[in-house]
Nanobody
Framework: QVTLVESGGGLVQAGGSVRLSCAAS????????LGWFRQAPGREREFVAV???????IQSNSVKDRFSISRDTAKNTVYLQMNSLKPEDTAVYYC???????????????WGKGTQVTVSS
């Protein structure tokens, strides 16, 4: 059983930066695909970025020039660095772990509870 705990969210002004962390326990981040998803009020959960167990990364088109995903295997933590934030990035951000890298939510077996990011204009 993998447990994921997100942190680092908060209120930030447009154009600012935030780094989210996802601390994993019960399993190594080097053995799973770790993804970030987000969900805004009234909208479906959407893919943001994923890092495979090999370390390959994919980001959604809407964030690929602004967000980056990375991991620290020693700390068993995955990060989402978010730069040039926009009000439309406001959402709850979730970390997820699964055996396969995917932009869909269904292949992920484990989910954190999420962290709120609010971008003010």
């Amino acid at each position: 059983q993998v447990t994921l705990v997100e942190s680092g969210g908060g209120l930030v002004q447009a154009g600012g930066s935030v780094r989210l962390s996802c601390a994993a326990s019960g399993g190594s981040v080097s053995r799973y695909a770790l993804g970030w998803f987000r969900q805004a009020p009234g909208r479906e959960r959407e893919f943001v970025a994923v890092i495979s167990w090999r370390g390959n990364t994919i980001q959604s088109n809407s964030v690929k020039d602004r967000f980056s995903i990375s991991r620290d295997t020693a700390k068993n933590t995955v990060y989402l660095q978010m730069n040039s934030l926009k009000p439309e990035d406001t959402a709850v951000y979730y970390c997820a772990a699964g055996l396969t890298s995917s932009i869909a939510t269904t292949p992920y077996d484990y989910w954190g509870k999420g962290t709120q990011v609010t971008v003010s204009s």
